[in-house]
Each structure stands twice: as structure tokens, then as C-alpha cells.
């Protein structure tokens, strides 16, 4: 037997204000999700110009890689990843039916812990850019 | 609240396929911005370097099993969350198969372009 209660809807953005934690992981890890899958796209056809031969595939990524702008574009997409995994295992184990009654708590900590990775990881994504 | 309602029975193979995916790309993702960020440095990235990482078995192995659920993973997840903003009837339909093709593609992309990565032509 599930038992609920009603938070209202969360697609009623408005009410941001009165969202709860659950609320906001729901949110973020949907978003998070988004990006991802975009990116999945995005970087298969990046990489796929080492079908037009090795020095394509060399430059381009060298090229890119080059710009301030990507190298701040991935240090977003690190923390979107590292969110969306501490989250996500986090929704496992609640799928599990672990850890049920500190599930605040442990968005939290996902949030603390997707931060610290982040700060920890600037400088070496940064590192021969700035 | 001692009753235990975990929500870990059948729900469907995709419900299920979707939890196995996020396993494997837990580890998976983790391990790949460590290897291309920290081991060897994102910018430093060079067709050799990949065609290297790529002729060893078991790299070529987890770089295409990683894709595939990863393309798995990302376009039923895109499904579900419109399913759930509601959508049915037509618009249901031509977001299902669109998104089957979408994957079905990259998917196939993805097989390519690890075969040319690691320089086997068939
Ligand atoms: C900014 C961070 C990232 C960098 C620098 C990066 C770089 C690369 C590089 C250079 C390769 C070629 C293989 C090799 O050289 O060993 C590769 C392959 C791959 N990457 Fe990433 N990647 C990043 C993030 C991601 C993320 C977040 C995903 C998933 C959404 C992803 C999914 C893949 C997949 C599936 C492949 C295999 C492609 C194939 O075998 O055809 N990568 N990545």
C-alpha cells in the first residue's frame, strides 16, 4: 500500500517558492537529463569527424578545446553530469526502498557533494585555456 | 514508519532496462571524465591517442556498450518525461517513433564511428 499526499503539481512553476526538496530534485534531475541527451548527440557528431580522416578529428577537438567558453561549457556539463549521477543513484536506492526516510537529506547531500566535485575540478578543466 | 514500500517490483521492461542502464552509467561516466579530463587532459586529445585507447579490447568493448546505453537510456528517458507532461493520442505516437529512429540512428552512428576510431574497416 503507497501512501501520498498532495504536493500539487510541479509542472505549476509559479509556486516555486512552496516547492519542497523532492520537488527540486525532480526538477533538477530532469533538466539535468535534458542536457545530457543533448549533449550525447552533440558530441557523437563531433566525434564523428574523425570520419573524414585523423587530422579533422585532431583539429576540431584542438580547436574547440581552445576556446574559454567550451572549456566553461564543460565545467557546466561536469556539474549537470555529477548531479544527475548522485541524484540518480540516489533514486535507485529510494527505488530499492533504502534510505526512504532521509531522502531530503540526501538530495542535499547530492547538491553539497555535485558542488564540492565541481570547485574541486575547475582548475584542472581549465588548466592551458586561461 | 515501519511499512516498506519500495517501489522495486515488475513495472514493465523498460521501467526495469532504464534502472540497469543507470547502473552501468554511473560507473561508466564516471570513469570516462576521469580518463579524459584528469588521466589525459581533454585538450591534449588527438585521433592517435583515441585510436590507441580504442585498439585495446576491453576499451572498445565498454566505449561501445557505454554509447549504446547511453543512447538507450537518454531517448526512453525523453519519452517518459513527455509521457508524463501528458501527451497521448497523435502526438504520443510521432514522439515514440520519432525517438526510436533518433536512437536507432545515433546508435548505429555510434558502432561506425567506434570501428573507424579504432581503425578496423570492415
Ligand atoms: C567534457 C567532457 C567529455 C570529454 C572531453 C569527452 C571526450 C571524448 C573522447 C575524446 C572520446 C573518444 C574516445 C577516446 O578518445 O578515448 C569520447 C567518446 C565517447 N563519449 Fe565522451 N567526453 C566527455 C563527456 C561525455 C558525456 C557527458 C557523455 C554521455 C552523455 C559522453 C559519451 C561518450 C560516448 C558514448 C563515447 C563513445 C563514442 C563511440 O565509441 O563511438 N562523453 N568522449
Redesign the interface.
Known sequence: ???SYDRGLV?DFGRWTEFSAGMWAWIFH?FT??V??GY??TH?AV??T??SG??V??ST??GL??LLIVRFL?VGL?AV?VFH?LN??R??LV???IG??SQDRSFYASLILTGAIVVA?VP??L???V | MSQRYSSFEPKGTRWLLQRLTAAFLVVVLAFHFMLLHFVNHAADVTFAGTQMRMQTAGYFVTMVAFGLTATFHGVNGVYNALVNQGIDGTAKAVVKYGLVLAGLLLAVQIVRLSLVMAGISL
Open positions: 500500500m503507497s501512501q509542472e530532469k537529463g535534458w545530457l541527451v550525447l548527440f557523437i566525434l564523428s574523425a570520419m585523423p587530422e578529428y585532431t577537438l584542438q578545446e581552445s564543460e561536469l553530469a549521477i540518480g543513484v533514486l535507485l527505488d530499492l526502498g526512504l526516510e575540478s584542472t578543466f588548466a592551458g585555456a
